[in-house]
């Protein structure tokens, strides 16, 4: 029996139309040369299509089923552990041969400095094997980022988290930091240069990058050109830490007067309402979020009331969706009072002393951002200058700033050229 319609009517009657064929079903008496053999025909292909598809909406149904009493739905037990039958039940157990290596894979990973090519390594020189094997980069991946929570005793079947019955390799501690160092590695990272800085050839803007420092010394943000050829000059990495510089030597350049002050403030009021935009942006992005998550609580809810769940199930859930929402309205309330603040902050500075360096150097990543943003047009890089384009209304105060990037030596050294001397 066809069971899929569309399949039926786009590629078989063609192709029994283009040979002369007719269908003829042994088991189905059906004649498809009068429209009521066709009628009772795609009937039966609807009726077999209906079934096929209930069947696999069954069979998930089935495996959530499976995995909301905590059994992991998966065909296979990730590496680290091995199915087993204990008392006639099919169960997971840790692998005891390899249960140490998982341990050692994350311990490795938590302490930080390598990465899963070099654990990869590390684990193969201490004999940990994977499908006769020595394990590799691939699978240091996977056990860190897709069946992770799995040795932690809980498992991910269709998007959900569920806590399964398979006893943890990891410890409870153990877990938790690993999460605390990979959220912390994944965060979004902050590059205040990000969408500042052109290349002069291109008109592309640069890429910040993060580098470790020699001997682990910490880690470096960087810009660089990722559009050019390898062989243009603007190819040369740029950082962070010299681009601050610049600024604060082209900020104490500047001298404010009441009126460009003034004039200051009418610009910060535009850029607090573009960033008031990006703002609303987030939040329309929070917001269906917390409604789904309702929504999940109330479907527990009922799934409670209705006796499929048990109460510690319904109590676990409720928990970690109630503090899900929490988070998400800590963060609606800080959007909404982030701009003001800063805001407030930069007046306040203003006002005070009328100190731009000081406010640059004492802000926040943010606050920076959007300090260059109303001083400054776009920079230009060629691999050597770096040209700072002063905005209105300080355009009249100094016009081009130039640095002269690569002096020898490690020292860096800057040059301004004003186009536009005052008096
Ligand atoms: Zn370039």
């Known amino acids: 029996m066809i069971r899929n319609t569309g399949l039926y ?8 139309a283009q040979y002369g064929v007719e269908l003829l079903s042994a088991t189905e008496n059906n004649d498809m040369n009068n429209p009521y053999g066709r ?6 292909i609807n009726n077999a299509e209906l079934e096929s598809e209930l069947t696999s909406i069954r069979t998930i149904e089935n495996l959530k089923e499976k995995a909301r009493q905590g059994y992991f739905p998966g065909s296979r037990a990730p590496v680290g552990y091995i199915r087993d039958k204990i008392d006639g039940k099919k169960v997971i157990v840790p692998d005891k041969q390899k249960a140490p290596y998982i341990k050692d894979v994350f311990n490795l990973y938590t302490r930080g400095g390598y990465s899963y090519k070099e654990i990869a390594d590390k684990l193969a020189k201490r004999g940990f094997t994977h499908n006769n094997k020595p394990c590799n980069k691939k699978l240091i991946e996977n056990i860190l980022t897709v069946y992770d929570c799995f040795y932690n005793g809980q498992f991910m ?9 398979h006893e943890a390799i990891l410890t409870k501690e153990e877990y938790a930091n690993f999460k605390c160092v990979r959220n912390q590695k ?15 050839l291109t008109g592309k803007y640069l890429i910040g990058e993060e580098h470790t420092g020699a001997n682990n010394s910490g880690i470096y943000q960087y810009y660089r050109c990722h559009h050019c050829s390898m062989k243009k000059d603007c190819k040369k990495i740029i950082k ?6 610049l600024i604060i030597d082209t900020i104490n350049t500047l001298t404010i007067t009441k009126e460009e002050i003034l004039a200051f403030k009418d610009d910060l009021k535009n850029i607090m309402y573009t960033n008031q935009n990006m703002n609303e942006e987030r939040l329309n992005l929070i917001l269906p979020q917390i409604k789904k998550l309702e929504n999940r609580m109330l479907a527990l809810y009922d799934d409670k009331i209705d006796s499929l769940i048990t109460e510690e199930f319904y109590k676990q859930k409720r928990d970690l969706w109630q503090n899900q929402l929490d988070e998400y309205q800590l963060e609606i309330n800080a959007l909404k009072n982030a701009q003001k603040e800063i805001f407030k902050r930069i007046e306040n500075a203003l006002e005070l002393c009328e100190d731009l360096s000081g406010v640059y ?14 001083l400054c047009s776009n920079f230009s890089y060629d691999g050597s200058k770096l040209v700072i384009t002063i905005k209105e209304p300080f355009k009249a105060l100094i016009k081009f700033v130039i640095f002269k990037n690569g002096a020898g030596g490690g020292i860096r050294t800057h040059a301004y050229r004003n186009h536009n001397p005052r008096s």
């Open 9 to 16: 009517h786009a590629q078989i009657v063609p192709k029994f």
């Open 39 to 44: 009628y009772i025909r795609n009937n039966q």
């Open 361 to 374: 150097l004492h802000h926040t990543d943010e606050e920076k951002h959007i300090l260059i943003k109303l």
């Open 186 to 200: 994944y965060a979004p990272k902050s590059f205040i240069y990000r969408g500042l800085i052109q290349c002069a």
């Open 157 to 165: 079947f269709k998007g959900v988290k569920y806590e399964g019955k």
């Open 240 to 245: 962070s830490s010299v681009i601050d510089k």
